[in-house]
């Protein structure tokens, strides 16, 4: 896995077959040639750059779907609740996810740079909490409540002339000698995509060996685990599976604060030792990385932690190994994206969509 690495060229033999592919670090500009017999492109609104359709029929239309994200406590979901929008009859849901309520979705033309992280717009916004106040008058949710947003770009196939929303979510799989090509789909058929790309690139993968015998075995025995509920114990294993006793290792506040109980990021799910492990052990490049991806608390709590960033930095400055001047720069940065990609409050300058 190479995170800031784009593949910027193809080598073929004699034949005509994939031989290699040349990737290069965005950040360092280092080179290097990777021999292979297969490539899977899998990405997304870019697919096209690298391999054209073969359909001419299609083309990869960005569509982009933004989210709000509310606290938890507004309104008591186990489960998703979905309702049609009083405006344009289309589905949008409200549901549970770390510990706070996600509202979405949008489904309109991204026309900003496929770059840049997605960010809502201020009409996505009103179009959000028309409908939430439509079916839910009596919540009281306002769009000040509202703690952090969220948007993603969807790479549909289009065939042109339809409205965003009645747009097909198909799929096309094609290969060309070695380069196995996917676009479109959506992600509730990811399993059948995947499965589809596997199959296509099939002839040059080597055979895979039978799968074992038995289940899963997860950590659950270790003493470690004796001051976590059910709960804990499925977040933690479903998201680092093998690797979720190694979190644990540092998880209790003795190896963080002095005291002996696990702790968790202010009023977020996470625990401090998420942190501290991603910090250490899942590349980070940046303090967007480790806040945005590897944990979630930039999403989940206001400012996105900003409020905490003190006790942030004290946590993974031993293992990142950044000095005074990259965390200064790194929270600068982190800040400016926050605002404009995450922020809540697109009425408060963000425009279009």
């Not at 997605?118 to 409540?145: C, H, K, V, W």
Request: hydrophobic share 35%.
């Amino acid at each position: 896995a190479l995170n800031y690495t784009r593949a910027s060229s193809f080598e073929r033999d004699s034949k005509g077959k994939l031989a290699a592919v040349r990737i290069e670090d965005q950040e360092t500009g280092v080179q290097k040639e990777v021999k292979t017999g297969v490539v899977i492109n899998a990405t997304g609104v870019f697919a096209q750059n690298l391999h054209p359709l073969p359909d001419k029929r299609f083309r990869v239309r960005p569509l982009r779907g933004s989210h709000l994200i509310f606290p938890g406590h507004w309104l008591a979901l186990d489960r998703v609740l979905s309702f049609i929008h009083p405006r344009d009859s289309r589905p949008v849901f409200i549901f549970p996810w770390e510990g706070c309520l996600v509202l979405g979705t949008t489904d309109v033309d991204e026309n900003g740079s496929l770059g840049a992280d997605p960010a809502i717009t201020r009409q996505e916004a009103s179009y959000l909490m028309e409908g939430l106040n439509f079916i839910l008058p009596d919540l009281g949710i306002g769009p000040d409540n509202a703690i952090a947003s969220l948007a993603g770009v969807r790479p549909v196939l289009s065939r042109g002339g339809k409205r965003a929303s009645k747009e097909s979510r198909e799929h096309l799989v094609w290969r060309d000698k070695g380069l196995v090509t996917v676009a479109g789909g959506k992600l509730t058929t990811f399993d059948l995509l995947a499965e589809d790309a596997l199959k296509a690139a099939g002839p040059w993968l080597p055979r895979p060996k039978a799968p074992g015998g038995g289940r899963v075995s997860f950590p659950a025995t270790s003493e470690r685990w004796s001051d976590f509920d059910r709960g804990d114990w499925l977040r933690l294993c479903g998201r680092y599976g093998q690797r979720a006793d190694g979190v644990l290792k540092n998880v209790y506040q003795k190896k963080i604060t002095g005291g002996t109980a696990p702790v968790r990021v202010a009023s977020t799910r996470t625990l401090w030792a998420e942190l501290v492990y991603g910090a250490k052990f899942e590349q980070i490049r940046h303090l967007e990385d480790l806040l945005l991806r590897r944990v979630r608390i930039g999403l989940t709590l206001p400012k996105g932690g900003m409020e905490i960033m003190d006790r942030i930095r004290a946590q993974t400055q031993p293992v990142l190994g950044w000095d005074h001047e990259r965390w200064e720069k790194e929270i600068r940065t982190y800040g400016h994206l926050w605002e404009r990609a995450y922020s809540p409050s697109p009425w408060k300058g963000k425009n279009g969509g």
